[in-house]
């Protein structure tokens, strides 16, 4: 059994801060990539942030230079810091991790089950 749990989400006033985490548990034997993807309301789920084992990192354009993603490897977590948040950055947010459960096993993607982040004066 592997879980992943995102925390931080909440109401926030546009051009605030937020800092959400994603914690993954259970039976892992090494994860390469987490992300984080988000679902605004009526509209398709997106990617919003990667980064590799390594610390490779890639950001959606339209969050690129207002938000950061981390991992502590350690912690099995990832991070995404999120700064000048606008209205339009309102959505369930998702983490999800690319991972093997034992060493002898295929990578598979999990996912959370989202945190929301509201933006509004």
């Known amino acids: 059994q592997v879980q992943l749990v995102e925390s931080g989400g909440g109401l926030v006033q546009p051009g605030g801060s937020l800092r959400l985490s994603c914690a993954a548990s259970g039976s892992i034997f090494s994860i390469n990539t987490m992300g984080w993807y988000r679902q605004p309301p009526g509209k398709e789920r997106e990617l919003v942030a990667t980064i590799t084992s390594g610390g490779t990192t890639n950001y959606a354009d339209s969050v690129k230079g207002r938000s950061t993603i981390s991992r502590d490897n350690a912690k099995n977590t990832v991070y995404l810091q999120m700064n000048s948040l606008k209205p339009e950055d309102t959505a369930i947010y998702y983490c999800?991790?690319?991972?093997?459960?034992?060493?002898?096993?295929?990578?598979?993607?999990?996912w959370g089950q989202g945190t929301q982040v509201t933006v509004s004066s």
């Open positions: 999800n991790a690319d991972l093997k459960r034992y060493s002898y096993s295929y990578r598979r993607v999990y």
